[in-house]
């Protein structure tokens, strides 16, 4: 941001510069790397959020802009829909549907932009300050402001106005706290609120064309609903629909394999092992699973192993080099996460992460605020009223009416 | 040819014209996305709307008027 309000990029690099392609690959990757059922859990609770939260804070900006600061109705319209659906590309959809004046759309991509930006860095500060150490749960006998990572990222994806914002913040977060904030934020911000773009656009373009203008010649079709549509998310639920269904074609006959001499990863744990299973009694239970290969130096296991059947192989282990191998084994007998997760989910997290960094290296570069603050103040206290209600909203609805929902996702 | 504002020579909704009247957009948006459509700017009321839309200033693309220059024209934007 530093360099790119000091000197102007290039007119060659703007094609390589643009913020949205970076975060639309990002969430679409991002839809290969959330389980459908997730999305069944908790879709529901995100649209209702999303609705109260968009409703509130559209009825704050559009009542300050008209009836206090007697802004025109469409401007208004303009600047709620900013804040109150998705930010920018917000005001662009509603902007045209109600034939707003062209300054006012700049205007409100000034003000939305600043905003955005301005709560990228709160809302990172306060969540981290609130979200307790990672391993401590929240408890009662937590701190009042105390919130897990899930109910962070629902409360950005409520309060944040544009969608590659909100990511830089829940990215942020899920650097110490894994990907529930991101999780949570997806759900509440792009299937609880970017979908619904168009029905706002259609809604707005007929109360605008019917009481704003009164023009009787003008006509709005249905269509304007599916044209203003974000297609991107539909790139995101197939992406999501694809890995969900490849990840239920897991083969009933898999066998784990690993070699008694190597190495344990996990996220916590890194351990190498060199065991000897020349000794090793299996119990009786398991022994139609459980095969030692002494010339190939390997310990297979038939199916997917229980945590309760390695409990009850590593009961007869004499030395820690065999429990470690039998950890590992218990991974690789999990098609899930030693096959699809390494092979494929996890090089899929990695490009999305790098999408996310290009797209906050184009946010920075391309953020000149001479051009943004071109606005005069009654639209900027206009949407900062809409702020003023919309964070604690999305605060409390995030923290406490849907909380327990927002906490169980992982 | 209908005598909608997408058809109408003062309607302008190339992506770097709007580019270059809506700075910052490609901050956190961009011109290229679903949420702009096919959406423009009329250069004779300064307004952003939809293609769909109708007014009685219409002017076909090409028909130049006496005293009046196309505006898209004058933005090296002339199609026909």
């Known amino acids: ?410 | 040819m209908s005598r909608l504002c997408g058809h109408c020579k003062h309607f302008d909704n190339d992506p770097l014209t709007l580019e270059d009247v809506f700075k910052g957009i490609n901050i956190l948006s961009s011109v290229h996305g679903s949420c702009r459509g096919d959406a423009g700017i009329c250069l004779r009321h300064d307004l952003y709307l939809l293609p769909s839309h109708t007014c009685p200033d219409f002017q076909e693309i090409g028909v130049v008027v006496a005293g009046m220059s196309s505006a898209r024209g004058a933005m090296g934007q002339e199609t026909s």
Not at chain 1, 4 to 17: E, L, R, S, V
Not at chain 1, 94 to 107: E, F, Q
Not at chain 1, 354 to 379: E, Q
């Open chain 1, 1 to 410: 941001m530093i360099i790119g309000n000091i000197k102007k990029m290039p007119k060659w690099f703007h094609t390589a510069m643009r913020t949205e392609y970076y975060i639309k690959t990002g969430i679409v990757l991002l839809g290969a790397t959330l389980p459908l059922t997730l999305i069944f859990e908790a879709g529901g609770i995100a649209f209702l959020q999303a609705t109260i939260v968009s409703i509130g804070t559209w009825m704050t900006i559009f009542l300050a802009a008209t009836r206090i600061f007697k802004l025109d109705r469409r401007f208004g319209a303009v600047l709620g829909t900013g804040g109150a659906v998705c930010g920018v590309s917000g005001s662009i959809a509603i902007g045209g549907a109600v034939r707003a004046d062209k300054d006012h759309i700049s205007i409100g991509i000034g003000v939305v932009s600043v905003w955005a930006i301005v709560m990228v860095f709160a809302l990172a500060i306060v969540t981290k300050f609130m979200i307790p150490p990672p391993g401590v749960p929240v408890t009662d006998a937590s701190p009042w402001y105390a919130i897990t990572p899930g109910e962070a990222g629902a409360w950005v994806g409520t309060s944040e106005y544009a969608d590659a914002a909100g990511f830089a913040v829940v990215a942020e977060i899920a650097t110490q706290y894994g990907d529930a904030p991101i999780h949570t934020f997806t759900l509440m911000k792009v299937i609880g609120r970017d979908i619904w773009i168009g029905i706002w656009a259609f809604i707005l373009a007929i109360i605008s064309c019917t009481f704003w203008e009164r023009d009787k010649s003008a006509t709005v079709g249905a269509r304007v609903i599916w044209d203003r549509f974000p297609k991107f998310v539909l790139g995101f639920f197939g992406a999501c629909i694809i890995m969900s269904i490849i990840a239920g074609l897991a083969p009933e006959d898999h066998v784990g394999k690993t070699a008694v001499k190597g190495t344990f990863k996990s996220k916590a744990q890194k351990q190498t092992f060199d065991a000897d299973f020349s000794d090793y009694q299996v119990p009786e239970q398991l022994a139609h699973k459980f095969a030692h290969d002494p010339e190939a130096r390997v310990i297979t296991f038939k199916g997917k192993m229980s945590l309760d059947e390695l409990s009850l192989l590593t009961s007869n282990t004499t030395t820690s080099d065999q429990v470690w191998a039998l950890k590992n084994l218990h991974y690789t007998s999990d098609w899930y996460e030693s096959e699809l997760y390494s092979r494929a989910i996890s090089p899929i997290k990695t490009l999305r992460s790098w999408a996310f960094v290009f797209c906050f290296l184009c946010i920075g570069l391309s953020t000149r605020f001479k051009d943004l603050l071109t606005f005069g103040m009654k639209p900027f206290w206009a949407f900062t009223i809409g702020v003023i209600v919309n964070v604690p909203l999305g605060f409390t609805l995030s923290t406490v009416v849907f909380s327990n929902y927002w906490q169980a996702i992982k």
